[in-house]
């Protein structure tokens, strides 16, 4: 009887192999070898090979349920089970979208699994421990077994899997697809302008409460959060234009102006300027009346008021816009005009040497 170094037998039966010379325990071999049902029974096999099959059209068709939820489901829009824009639209189109997709990927990974446990050559291989880099005779052999591999696989015997897998596999794709076909136009240049410069003239108005802020309003040291006058609920893209338009307006005394053109752009100290961070767009909200700096709370960029709100410290790339304003005949301030550039972060090409 011949025994191989796993201590299992030609026979199939299983030995212990004495230890080598320097101690260690006997391998206690591999248990002997069960067949699996598909092994030996052919109609075992083929009602394997159907349910996998149906697994990875059952992928498709959760591909198909989550296509169709997200145009007929939808949060905002059509919505077979909910009256549009409602909270129950929300819900309904994230469980069936949501639903569709864990179907799609759920059953491509349990048909690969079913595939490989009931149909895949199973048979328990013994290799030893050898060089990492193998000699060309050993990398041949290994090349060839492979090949054998793929043979006795029977992926090329198995076609209807291959075709049904091919089919799952190229219909999930589609899912990431399909929102992407209604991501909608390009911005243009909507970023470059911002409600101010759509009427100028506009006067400043606190935000929230939306009541114009006079000159005389504006203590020294003080800070006001502001919007548009004009800007209201009725505004077309109304939360768009409000992210763009926020700005702040602090008073100094003109006489620590550093920034000449800057103080120009103001009226008796007091400047406005975007408050969106030009590092990622947090809100820049935070004044120090002693130090003239405003800080963005999110990673700390700091920009000096006093010097065209120039950055003296942090990631900010450029100084944040300044809105040029005036003061109206009735006392109230107003904007002259746009911010001269586009306001907020991915326009870190502008003003790198600021
Ligand atoms: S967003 Fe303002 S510092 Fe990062």
């Given amino acids: 009887m011949n025994t191989n170094p796993d201590g299992t037998t030609s026979e199939g039966t299983v030995t212990a192999v004495a230890p080598k010379e320097g ?66 639209a929300l819900w309904w189109s994230n469980l069936v979208a949501g639903l569709g997709l864990a179907i799609a990927v759920f059953f491509i990974g349990a048909a690969a699994v079913h595939w490989a446990k009931t149909l895949m050559p199973d048979e328990e291989m013994v290799e030893e421990r050898h060089d990492i880099r193998s000699s060309d005779e050993v990398r041949e052999v290994a090349a060839g077994i492979i090949t054998d591999g793929l043979e006795e696989s029977g992926i090329a015997r198995r076609p209807l899997i291959v075709t049904a897998m091919v089919a799952s596999l190229a219909a999930l794709p589609i899912a990431v697809l399909a929102p992407l076909s209604t991501l909608g136009p390009l911005p243009g240049n909507k970023l470059h302008h911002t409600f101010w410069g759509q009427n100028p003239g506009q006067r400043l108005a606190r935000d929230h409460d ?44 003109p006489k620590l102006a550093k920034n000449d053109e800057s103080l120009a752009n103001g009226v008796e100290g007091v400047l406005a300027f975007s408050k969106i961070c030009t590092h990622v767009g947090c809100p820049v909200a935070l004044y120090e009346q002693q130090t003239h700096h405003m800080l963005c709370p999110c990673h700390q960029s700091t920009f000096d008021v006093t010097d065209g709100a120039k950055v003296i410290f942090g990631p900010a790339h450029r100084p944040l816009p300044q809105l040029p304003i005036d003061v109206d005949d009735e006392g109230y301030l107003v904007a002259s005009g746009d911010f001269p550039e586009p306001i907020g972060p991915s326009f870190w090409n502008l003003h790198k040497d600021k």
């Fill in 23 to 88: 101690g260690g325990f006997p391998n206690p071999g591999l248990p002997p070898h069960v067949h699996r049902q598909a092994d030996v029974s052919r109609s075992a096999e083929k009602r394997a090979e159907r349910l996998v099959a149906g697994m990875f059209l059952l992928s498709v068709v959760g591909t198909a349920i989550f296509i169709a939820a997200y145009f007929l489901v939808t949060p905002t829009g059509t919505n077979i089970f909910a009256a549009e824009g409602s909270p129950k």
């Fill in 210 to 253: 939306g009541t114009p802020i006079k000159l005389s309003d504006v203590a020294m040291n003080s800070i006001f959060h502001v919007m548009p006058e004009g800007l209201t609920d009725e505004t077309p893209h109304f939360m768009e234009e409000r992210a763009k338009a926020a700005t702040v307006i602090v008073r100094i005394d």
